[in-house]
């Protein structure tokens, strides 16, 4: 469900629909895959998230990505 490239994170159409399973009202697709690079401090850099998509959801589904590339935990959604 999430591919490690780096400091980007890739997450697959099966982790959308599993993240959205958790988040009720995500305007996150399971259509597609999203993914998102942080630099070196954690900070978010850049996303392929269209604007349509973007809200709390997506947010959130960075910082469980920052918290599994930096911190090393997998986000509950994760099977």
């Known amino acids: 469900m999430l591919n490690t490239q780096g400091r980007k994170i890739i997450v697959s159409r ?8 958790t ?3 995500s305007t996150l697709r ?3 895959a999203y993914w998102f690079e942080f ?10 998230c269209p ?13 469980d990505c920052r918290a599994y590339l930096f911190d090393g935990m997998p986000p ?3 099977a």
């Open 76 to 78: 509950s959604w994760v």
């Open 23 to 25: 988040w009720p009202c």
């Open 39 to 48: 630099d070196a401090g954690g900070d978010l850099i850049d996303t392929d």
């Open 14 to 21: 099966a982790g959308v629909a599993a993240f959205n399973a």
């Open 51 to 63: 604007e349509q998509d973007d809200g709390p959801a997506a947010s959130a589904m960075a910082d």
């Open 30 to 32: 399971p259509t597609r």
